[in-house]
């Protein structure tokens, strides 16, 4: 899977955290190849596999993985021991609607899906619980990254990564988003006629308790490199989708 996983600096040594790419999975044609969305009109058998390609290489149960039905939404789900299902390589489609998930039980991988949203990856200093963000605009605006943090709890003591996500370069947005975002957020992160979803991210994390140097951005344009990363806003409706992946190790 050369090229398929982005490992995610600074976590404790009890933590471990991915990002996926678009590179090293079984699908075709516009979903080609590691896509892991299984409800992009992609092959069902085709994602499962990615899926737990992805799991093996990154070293977690894909049985204990659980994803969410994600609706730009503000909603953060508590996960326990139980609650991956096997929904990420099993029945595969996400029951509860929540656009974040949060943790303290080891060997239970949480993971958000994207293809411009901005996937945020945060955990406790000490790894005792972990969160996985999906935020697009809707979900920063609706307070998705507040109510994230409020879930893991010690702000002071949290570290967060932004992964991939469409750059500035490559989100023109219409006046009144630009005037909304710029409002919650800081004019800074109005870019001509572009918002910068990133930076809004970072704010928002910042507004939440989170150091703003304990904050990392692992860098990429999922528009902008199309042999890295699904774009819905460069390709539409039919592409896939790549992920942020954390989880507590469960041993010594």
């Known amino acids: 899977?050369?090229?398929?996983?982005?490992?995610?600096?600074?976590?404790?040594?009890?933590?471990?955290?991915?990002?996926?790419?678009?590179?090293?999975?079984?699908?075709?044609?516009?979903?080609?190849?590691?896509?892991?969305?299984?409800?992009?009109?992609?092959?069902?058998?085709?994602?499962?596999?990615?899926?737990?390609?992805?799991?093996?290489?990154?070293?977690?149960?894909?049985?204990?993985?659980?994803?969410?039905?994600?609706?730009?939404?503000?909603?953060?789900?508590?996960?326990?021991?139980?609650?991956?299902?096997?929904?990420?390589?099993?029945?595969?489609?996400?029951?509860a609607e929540a656009d974040g998930l949060v943790t303290a039980a080891p060997g239970v991988a949480l993971a958000v899906q994207v293809a411009d949203c901005v996937p945020v990856l945060a955990w406790r200093d000490d790894g005792s619980r972990v969160l996985a963000i999906h935020a697009g605009w809707r979900g920063l605006v609706a307070g998705i990254v507040d109510n994230g943090a409020e879930a893991l709890g010690e702000s002071h003591a949290v570290h967060a990564v932004i992964g991939p996500c469409v750059g500035s370069c490559c989100y023109p947005v219409e006046a009144a988003l630009r005037e909304r975002m710029g409002g919650l957020f800081g004019a800074d992160v109005v870019q001509g006629s572009a918002v910068d979803l990133r930076g809004a991210a970072r704010r928002a994390l910042v507004a939440a308790g989170i150091r703003d140097d304990a904050i990392a951005d692992v860098a990429g344009c999922t528009s902008c490199e199309g042999d890295r990363f699904f774009s819905y806003r460069r390709d539409g409706q039919t592409t896939g989708r790549h992920a942020g992946i954390i989880w507590i190790k469960e041993g010594p």
Do not use: Y
């Not at 299984?38 to 659980?66: H, K, L, M, Q, Y």
């Open 1 to 95: 899977m050369r090229g398929a996983l982005i490992e995610v600096p600074g976590a404790p040594p009890g933590v471990r955290a991915v990002f996926t790419t678009r590179r090293g999975g079984v699908s075709e044609g516009a979903f080609a190849s590691l896509n892991l969305g299984s409800t992009t009109g992609d092959a069902r058998e085709a994602v499962r596999a990615n899926r737990i390609a992805v799991a093996t290489a990154a070293g977690f149960a894909p049985g204990r993985a659980c994803m969410a039905a994600q609706v730009h939404g503000a909603a953060v789900l508590e996960v326990g021991h139980a609650s991956g299902g096997g929904r990420f390589a099993g029945a595969m489609d996400a029951v």
